[in-house]
């Protein structure tokens, strides 16, 4: 069985109409299936806006979900009340794109990454502190910056605070919502290597959100392409980018940067319109597309 199962996911988003027009319902995610196994990090691709960050909140019940399932270990969180929920945050988490924005700047580093486990009700004042000075240390802080505000702080300092933050209560499951992209190259370097570090130490599982192919491939063994709200190609990673066979994730690939300079770019044109109503079908062993 998976550690996470998601069924037919569907969030629904409505729009006021203008002056003597009709509201419009906009489905940002369409019937999403995936599952996720445990101590694996599976990834799911996409441009802004083909609804890869509504899934991964609505997986967590950060927004709520229009229908669908999202089972964890056979038990399904959209289905839970209020204290369920609470308690189940303990094993889900998230990690942020912005690591500002998702720190309150007006908060010490301290009272940040502890403030999960004051929710929870966890230990004493003193245990507390000692279990940030814990997290800070196994995210490759300085404890002597506990009392510092986010400002002073890096943006590469600033994520490290913001996955301690989601550490702190030991979960399972994390979603890495565009954990990089907001970062320099070179600090981006630094931080996937230690969430895969930490990955290895934690036994913990992913699903790891980008629009960065090459991230993907180095670091998901399986991956979803997502585009206009649905999945339109999923399987093995070095199957899809191997042959790939929808046009959109052809696209996709094709934009990828090469690391020899001397070959010629061949620009795969995004479709402009497919059948989006088309399922997946095999099209490979473990290789699934839209076609």
Request: with cysteine; aromatic share 6%.
């Amino acid at each position: 069985m998976p550690l996470v199962d998601v069924v037919e996911l569907t969030k629904c988003f409505t729009s006021r109409g203008r002056l003597f027009s009709r509201s419009a319902t906009r489905a940002a995610v369409d019937r999403v299936s995936f599952s996720v196994e445990e101590g694996e990090t599976f990834g799911l691709v996409g441009e802004s806006g083909s609804g890869k960050t509504t899934t991964g909140r609505c997986m967590l019940r950060l927004i709520e979900p229009t229908s669908g399932q999202v089972m964890f270990r056979g038990e399904d969180i959209c289905r839970f009340d209020r204290t369920r929920l609470r308690a189940a945050r303990r094993d889900l988490q998230i990690v942020f794109q912005d690591p500002t924005g998702s720190l309150n700047p007006r908060l010490r580093a301290v009272d940040i990454v502890q403030e999960p486990l004051i929710i929870h009700r966890i230990g004493t004042k003193q245990e507390r502190r000692d279990r940030v000075a814990e997290l800070f240390e196994l995210v490759g802080l300085d404890t002597a910056s506990l009392d510092r505000f986010p400002r002073q702080f890096s943006g590469g300092q600033r994520q490290r605070i913001g996955l301690a933050r989601a550490l702190a209560l030991n979960p399972q499951f994390v979603i890495l919502d565009e954990p990089v992209s907001a970062l320099d190259v070179s600090v981006q370097a630094q931080v996937v290597t230690l969430l895969s570090d930490l990955q290895e130490r934690l036994g913990l599982t992913y699903l790891f959100i980008t629009h960065d192919l090459r991230l993907v491939r180095h670091l998901c063994p399986r991956m979803a392409v997502m585009c206009r709200g649905r999945i339109v190609e999923m399987g093995r990673t070095s199957s899809i980018f191997a042959a790939p066979q929808h046009p959109y994730t052809r696209a996709l690939l094709s934009a990828m940067p090469s690391i020899d300079p001397d070959r010629p770019m061949q620009r795969v044109s995004e479709p402009a319109v497919f059948d989006e109503q088309t399922p997946l079908r095999s099209v490979g062993d473990d290789h699934l597309a839209a076609i």
